[in-house]
């Protein structure tokens, strides 16, 4: 499958901390994308890093990304409540138009 | 300017039936993509629509179909219910085909009895 893996599955942390979750996958990307969805419900687009860059930040956000090992990181500085959600990796393969192809999803609790 | 916009919200069928659920783009977007999410996992790509044409089509049977229309609005058509086509049906649009950002929809959610 050419599905990504994400770890850890669940993770829950306090209020204040930071997040890490990671993500890897199996061939060659135009680009690597990450999502949160609450609920259940429609994916909200974070943040997107291409191929050709090693780190990019957004507000809290800071992504990571290493082709030579095919993983990728999202780190979420001084969590929120508001933070909690499924994070979701998703890739854009070579040559695949823009099809997203997800990783497995980390669930994140944040706790007051 | 309204996002992308899904109906229905939920849905409730039995198993052989047929269903269709429909999506609008955002505006200014004139390519639509489908994916199926199905509980605990991450979402699976469909098919997606460009000038009316399937462009692309996940590792889907045939019983999942699907048409766009002249105003870039799609419907995703799943014939013969199963009970494993229980899932979360997510819509996204972009502008082109090319373009790397999707903007995703609020989602079907659809049960099978």
């Known amino acids: 499958s050419q599905q990504g893996e994400e770890d850890p599955q669940a993770l829950s942390i306090q209020e204040g901390e930071n997040a890490t979750m990671n993500c890897s996958y199996k061939?060659?990307?135009?680009?690597l994308q990450w999502y949160r969805q609450n609920s259940g419900r429609g994916l909200v687009h974070l943040i997107l890093?291409?191929?050709?860059?090693r780190e990019k930040h957004s507000g809290r956000l800071r992504v990571t990304l290493d082709t030579s090992k095919k993983s990728s990181s999202l780190l979420i500085t001084a969590s929120r409540a508001a933070d909690t959600a499924s994070y979701f990796c998703a890739f854009i393969l070579t040559g695949g138009g823009n099809k997203l192809t997800f990783g497995t999803g980390t669930q994140l609790k944040v706790e007051l | 300017d309204a996002g992308v916009t899904q109906s229905p919200t939920h849905l409730i069928k039995t198993r052989g039936q047929q269903v269709t659920l429909r999506c609008s783009p955002k505006s200014g977007h004139d390519t639509v993509s489908w994916y199926q999410q199905a509980l605990g996992q991450g979402p699976q790509f469909i098919f997606q629509y460009y000038e009316e044409e399937e462009r692309q089509r996940g590792n889907f049977p045939d019983r999942f179909s699907g048409h766009q229309f002249p105003n870039y609005s799609s419907e995703l058509n799943v014939n013969a219910l199963w009970l494993g086509d229980s899932a979360l049906y997510l819509c996204?649009?972009?502008?082109?085909?090319?373009?790397?950002?999707?903007?995703f929809g609020p989602g079907t959610r659809l049960t099978v009895l």
């Open positions: 996204a649009s972009s502008k082109d085909w090319s373009t790397d950002t999707q903007y």
């Open positions: 061939t060659s990307i135009n680009n």
């Open positions: 890093i291409r191929s050709n860059e």
